[in-house]
């Protein structure tokens, strides 16, 4: 039912770099899915794109300007939609010659400024360049108005000076080392205070330069993401005319620049058409407000969302403007799939057990919670869809006779059990009736949900769905819808 993400061709060549920086650095729920989008095969799909606006010559210049803005948009796009969004330290995977080679030459420097205190005079060349680099992290913590501390971190850490101790024999660099570690204690946020007091608790001098970086690592991130909670408030008030504006420079640069959206919002408008829904005036200009004009143009940007939420995500590139939310619209088809098969399998089983157990307090979640776990996973290359859906049938079957039994009904008979386990092993066919049943009124209350998406109350569940209203209300709050 749903792609194998493994297979995802992506379409972010069409806006360059549209994510680099943040892939790896970002909180970002569900990872491995956003990496198998990056890293799928690179086709560009040009096969399926409307022609019509002819392709022009694009410089060097422009397109590193283009891949620029489009960077700083996708990072301020993911500040506002992901309200969990933080900058986290890129780790390298373990084995990676990545890693590796990182490794070894942190090793030699260390080792180098090792060997070098050990020297008798002692060398400080190596030591001076690190209590520099320090001196330049905390003046970064610092705001406009710490000249106190300003004066004294210029003051204390003066390199000159340093230097010329250094040449007479004069240095101390645990006196210095130990300035560092108050002026970080002083500047740090209350989370770091530990990784402090750890800091005086190291003695030797090259293992507290390395832990004195790491520490200063984790301050630069929560300054980093200090920042981020600052912006977004603002952020969130912009971000539509920002996003709007950059496309707009990207469509007079490129004039074929978003002939996937074009198609795409075409095709929902037919989609309309055929479904005889009211559509726009032929001659209908951007000025015109209200009426049956702005019906029809958020009845098709709605529709233009519910298509994504069926996305053939292997064989088709997704729309520009959108391409930021890919991983968002994937993760919620996939959720919705799950939705369906486990809100169908629930109406079969309800269905076949009568009014007399959906009331039972806790029967109804505990048959969702077994169906749920069953279908962990469905979207993986290796999941078995039927045997899965036998095994539910099994586990269902047991569950009813249960509970019919403590509560003085008569348990199934063989054959009412064959029945409904052949209904729930039905359930992995497309074309089964009550999972299009499902499938449709799911498909309903998301449509309702966009088109009531500024009033404070949700709409209405359509009758079947109750079992999996949580799940379904969770799925359609998700910011990415109607944004």
């Given at each position: 039912?749903?792609?194998n ?6 379409s ?102 090792e ?6 005079p ?38 000159d ?64 993401n ?27 640069k490129?004039p ?14 037919d ?10 005036p ?5 000025g ?27 064989n ?36 076949a ?21 069953l ?97 379904l ?11």
């Open positions: 039912m749903s792609q993400p493994d297979k995802l061709h992506s972010e060549e069409r806006l360059s770099g549209l994510e680099d920086g943040q892939e790896e650095n970002s909180d970002n729920p569900d990872q491995s899915v956003r990496k198998r989008i990056r890293q799928s095969a690179p086709g560009s799909h040009r096969d399926d794109t409307p022609k019509s606006s002819p392709a022009r010559p694009v410089s060097i210049e422009e397109l590193m300007e283009t891949a620029k803005g489009v960077t700083n948009m996708a990072l301020a796009h993911e500040i506002v939609v992901n309200g969990d969004f933080q900058i986290k330290p890129a780790e390298l995977p373990e084995h990676s010659l990545e890693k590796k080679v990182r490794d070894i030459v942190h090793k030699a420097f260390w080792d180098c400024l060997a070098q205190l050990k020297e008798d002692p060398t400080y060349d190596h030591a001076i360049k690190l209590l520099g680099e320090i001196k330049e992290n905390l003046l970064s913590f610092l705001l406009p108005g710490h000249t106190r501390l300003r004066n004294q971190i210029t003051e204390v850490l003066d390199l000076l340093i230097k010329q101790e250094a040449e007479n024999g004069a240095l101390d660099i645990s006196k210095l080392v130990k300035f560092v570690i108050g002026m970080m204690g002083t500047l740090c946020a209350p989370a770091r205070d530990e990784e402090i007091k750890k800091l005086n608790d190291i003695h030797e001098i090259v293992p507290l330069f390395r832990a004195i970086f790491s520490v200063l690592d984790l301050m630069k991130m929560d300054m980093a200090f920042a981020v909670s600052s912006i977004r408030p603002k952020l969130m008030q912009q971000s539509a005319e920002y996003e709007r504006k950059k496309f707009q420079e990207f469509l007079e490129q074929n620049s978003l002939d996937l959206v074009t198609k795409w919002l075409q095709e929902a408008a989609d309309l058409a055929k479904l005889g829904h009211e559509t726009l032929p001659h209908s200009n951007d015109a407000t209200g009426g049956a004009s702005t019906l029809c143009f958020t009845a098709v940007q709605n529709q233009a969302y519910l298509k994504l939420l069926k996305w053939d995500h292997v088709r590139p997704f729309p520009e403007t959108v391409l930021m939310d890919q991983t968002r619209f994937l993760e919620i088809q996939l959720e919705l799939e799950q939705l369906l098969l486990v809100g169908t399998v629930l109406l079969v089983t309800f269905s057990a009568g009014p007399a157990l959906v009331d039972v307090p806790g029967f109804a979640e505990k048959i969702k919670t077994i169906v749920k776990v279908l962990t996973g469905t979207h993986l290359p290796s999941f078995n869809l039927k045997e899965s859906l036998a095994t539910i049938g099994e586990k269902v079957c047991a569950e009813v006779n249960s509970c019919l039994s403590q509560h003085g009904f008569t348990p199934f008979s063989a054959e009412r059990e064959t029945v409904l386990k052949g209904q729930i092993q039905a359930v992995a066919n497309p074309d089964n009736t009550i999972c299009r049943l499902i499938d449709s009124r799911i498909q309903k209350f998301l449509e309702n949900y966009l088109a009531s998406s500024h009033q404070k109350t949700l709409p209405a569940i359509p009758g079947g769905l109750g079992p999996i209203q949580r799940e209300e969770e799925v359609a709050a998700k910011g990415v819808l109607g944004t």
